[in-house]
């Protein structure tokens, strides 16, 4: 943008060559007062001049110190308030790291999900294997960081289910999930056990459209929208911490709500 | 500075020796860290709202912002919470159990809030003396009190809207209390920008909240201030 301070017609330059040594002296008086002041607004409001690195290390501390709070601030046996049926958005709000037009559709017939990490039975399941899990539906509000929401019907196996059905250690720390989008994604155990944590094979009581995860993805009534991780892959039972892909850019990873 | 002069204080009430200081230090200590964290907070949560906003094509611009992006306003907003909380509780114990609220901010009768509001119209500003507030000031300091008792109320709803889903049924829905956030900030913002105004205007007060002011007892201040109440508990 054109600067506020440059006028349009240049004046003639030798009123400038005659004032040489005041604009200087001006230049500098502003120079000190203007970094002066840059410090003190940076000082009062932290304002990220340059994102200091020592600064962000503790943001992330204390972002941690906050997962811990929120995991004991997690009710296990609190469910989430659910909704009519009528109530369903249709269709679904799109959401991901690119846009709608760059979804890649997953081919069900050829999809498998591996299984792996602290589980007994590591095959691979198909589409129909899911299916033939006892299914749970509900109606729940979709809340993302950003701060807007939706009431969406999801209906599939619940993930206790799943993971009772692979003899899952229970008792590991994390859940992890890999995608077909490459958005590495994990959850604690106890909102992986959650009634309300579903691996979600159906929107509205139809089939999970391509957008919003076809053939399954997760959806857990008690985590914000971007901990919901669509076109599954993988699922590993893990003590391991993996992170996920916007908690590898800084947002929190609980993310419970 | 001219407190030989001070025209509320009646000449026969003894003076204090050793009467506390107007602003005593744990008020001036947790009125600063305050003032911090809340331009803490309401600079992070602009840079928040600004990723989804609730006035159709109002923006706060990237200079306003604390955060480059949403992720750190957010780690800023969930880290300034906590001091935000651990002060404003201590705050407000300090000021309930010294009975600081009850002597600065009661009573407060509305025609004394008409007749200031109409004096401040006409740039009359009484602020002689700076220990007694009037009416409009008592008024402005306990809305925002309220309102920032209120941040904290909406703030937990829409951190967690599952855990705290009677809090956000009460406050009318997600969205609801969401909006309520951003109207709280409102407020807290209108508050600051008369707060510092009238500081600047009056820097004595601004020094006394440094440097504690002067040294005043709470009942004879009170009692000078009311006589006609016989103002005494």
């Known amino acids: 943008m054109r600067s506020l301070f440059r006028p349009d017609v240049v004046p003639d330059t030798a009123i400038l060559d005659d004032h040489q040594p005041l604009i200087r002296s001006l230049e500098r008086r502003g120079l000190i007062r203007g970094s002066l002041s840059l410090g003190a607004l940076a000082l009062l409001t932290g304002c990220d001049v340059k994102r200091p690195e020592s600064v962000e290390s503790a943001l992330l501390a204390i972002s941690r110190l906050n997962d811990d709070v929120q995991a004991l601030l997690f009710n296990p046996n609190k469910l989430a308030p659910t909704y009519p049926a009528s109530m369903i958005l249709r269709p679904p709000k799109f959401n991901a790291y690119y846009d709608v037009m760059d979804v890649k559709p997953v081919n069900g017939k050829t999809w498998r999900l591996e299984v792996s990490g602290r589980v007994a039975d590591k095959r691979h399941w198909k589409l129909q294997d899911l299916r033939a899990l006892p299914q749970t539906s509900m109606v729940i509000q979709h809340i993302c960081v950003e701060g807007w929401s939706y009431i969406g019907g999801w209906s599939g196996p619940t993930l206790r289910i799943f993971l009772e059905h692979v003899g899952a250690d229970l008792r590991a720390k994390y859940v992890a999930f890999k995608t077909a989008d490459d958005y590495p994604s994990s959850i604690d155990m106890a909102t992986a056990l959650h009634p309300q944590t579903l691996l979600a094979i159906q929107y509205g009581g139809e089939t999970l459209a391509d957008p919003f995860g076809f053939p399954v993805r997760l959806r857990t009534a008690t985590k914000l929208g971007y901990k919901n991780p669509k076109w599954l892959t993988s699922i590993e039972v893990t003590n391991t911490y993996t992170g996920g892909y916007w908690e590898a850019k800084g947002f929190p990873w609980f993310a419970g709500i | ?233």
């Open chain 2, 1 to 233: 500075m001219n407190q030989i002069a001070n025209p509320t204080s009646s000449p026969s009430a003894p003076r204090p020796r050793a009467g506390r200081r107007l602003h005593p230090w744990p008020i001036r200590i947790m009125h600063w860290i305050n003032a911090v964290v809340m331009l803490v907070m309401i600079t992070s949560g602009w840079g928040i709202y600004d990723d989804d906003v609730i006035i159709r094509g109002f923006y706060f611009s990237s200079f306003w912002r604390l955060g480059d992006w949403a992720a750190w306003s957010l780690n800023w907003h969930f880290a300034g919470m906590w001091f935000l909380v651990i002060n404003g509780l201590a705050y407000l114990t300090y000021g309930f159990v010294t009975g600081r609220f009850r002597e600065k901010l009661l009573p407060i009768r509305p025609a004394e809030v008409v007749h200031t509001v109409i004096d401040t119209l006409h740039f009359k500003f009484a602020h002689e003396d700076i220990t007694v507030y009037n009416a409009v000031q008592k008024l402005l300091y306990i809305i925002v009190i309220l309102a920032g008792i209120s941040q904290v109320v909406t703030g937990l709803a829409i951190w967690k809207p599952v855990q705290f889903s009677g809090l956000v049924s009460l406050l009318g829905g997600f969205q609801t209390a969401r909006v309520l956030h951003f109207a709280g900030m409102a407020v807290i913002v209108g508050f600051l920008i008369v707060h510092v105004a009238l500081a600047l205007l009056v820097p004595k007060t601004l020094w006394a909240m440094v440097a504690g002011g002067p040294r005043v007892t709470p009942n004879s201040q009170a009692q000078a201030h009311h006589p006609q109440q016989g103002h005494t508990t």
